[in-house]
């Protein structure tokens, strides 16, 4: 199994403040994936990157994938309250089991009106 | 469009009662994954689905059964509950060879 760290493992902001949550292994992955998991519900799937150095923008959120594709970070600007959530990396497992995820143990974010 | 359904939302067993959770997908994607997740920690894989082959991981207690009756439907068993099953289970979808996998909204399973 290859091994994500995320960091920090709490924040809490002010609303409209940035932040950067990051995902770093020391393995190198297919891909990585992003989700954000509201309290009570499945996480749900907000970006996949694939190629080293690619930077992917959805709204407010940048997503990063290191050169080496062994580590990732996601960067809010101007945060609201709607972006709090439990925030996952997951990595894609070397093949044949690329179908297999390597989850981060999360990134709670609270955002305070 | 739910693309994933899992039911019921909220199962409430007692100890050693036997409990059946249910996953449905609209996807079409050949592989399901079964996943459990505790107090804000990451999702932790107990089996998945690749079209009818079963993969049990590794630490995944015999406590805890799949069964695939088609592409649409998977089920996980826990044959006798214990307080330490109380968690959140996820059911997941992917097209194999592809790597996003979409989550079901989940099942929370508390143990009395």
């Known amino acids: 199994t290859q091994l994500l760290e995320q960091s920090p493992q709490f924040l809490s902001i002010q609303e409209g403040e940035n932040l950067t949550v990051y995902c770093n292994s020391s393995s190198v992955f297919s891909s990585l994936q992003w989700y954000r998991q509201e309290p009570g519900e499945g996480p749900v799937l907000l970006v996949t990157v694939v190629t080293g150095g690619e930077v992917k923008k959805l709204k407010r959120l940048t997503f990063q994938f290191g050169d080496a594709r062994k580590d990732s970070s996601l960067h809010i600007t101007a945060a609201q309250p709607g972006d709090t959530g439990l925030y996952l990396c997951?990595?894609?497992?070397?093949?044949?089991?690329?179908?297999?995820?390597?989850f981060g143990a999360g990134t709670t974010v609270t955002v305070r009106a | 469009d739910a693309m994933v359904i899992q039911n019921p939302r909220y199962q409430v067993t007692q100890f050693g009662k036997p409990v059946t959770l249910s996953c449905s997908q609209t996807?079409?994607?050949?592989?399901m994954y079964w996943y459990q997740q505790k107090s804000s920690q990451a999702p932790k894989l107990l089996f998945h689905y690749y079209d009818k082959d079963f993969n049990n991981e590794a630490d995944t207690p015999d406590n805890f059964q799949s069964r695939r009756p088609n592409t649409s439907f998977c089920f996980l068993d826990i044959r006798s509950p214990g307080l330490g099953d109380a968690a959140m289970y996820l059911c997941?979808?992917?097209?194999?060879?592809?790597?996003?996998?979409?989550f079901g909204p989940g099942t929370r399973l508390t143990v009395t």
């Open positions: 996807l079409n994607h050949n592989v």
């Open positions: 997951a990595g894609s497992n070397s093949f044949p089991n690329d179908y297999k995820l390597s």
């Open positions: 997941a979808t992917s097209a194999g060879g592809i790597y996003e996998q979409y």
